[in-house]
């Protein structure tokens, strides 16, 4: 559900400037989720991108750097940064919350 939230608030398309690519587009993390596991559901630790800007490309998240802060603005750098070492106790009520949080953005754009 995360990854369909992303996609929704990108309006399905990839967030690179010029990217025509609409197909098997992918939600990407920012910040690892294995390692920042209080990001790991957070819409503002997603992009929406296309398999060439996500993985396979020379300029992917997955293989550049500079590539991948191109891509985030000042704004979201700052928040990923104070909110990644942040304590998450992973209860139900916490993915119950988290659902009903993602469902409400995707169910917003789609009406």
């Given at each position: ?31 690892n ?27 992917s ?21 104070i ?29």
């Amino acid at each position: 559900m995360w990854a369909e939230a992303v996609k929704v608030l990108a309006h399905n398309r990839c967030c690179v400037a010029g990217c025509t690519i609409v197909e098997r587009l992918n939600a990407h993390h920012i910040e690892n989720y294995a390692t920042t596991q209080s990001l790991r559901y957070d819409i503002r630790n997603g992009k929406c991108c296309c398999p060439a800007h996500h993985k396979w490309g020379k300029d992917s998240f997955h293989k550049s750097i500079c590539f991948t802060l191109k891509q985030i603005t000042p704004e979201d750098i700052d928040y990923l940064n104070i909110h990644r070492n942040d304590h998450v106790d992973f209860t139900v009520e916490y993915y119950e919350a988290k659902l009903k949080e993602l469902q409400q953005i995707i169910d917003s754009y789609k009406s």
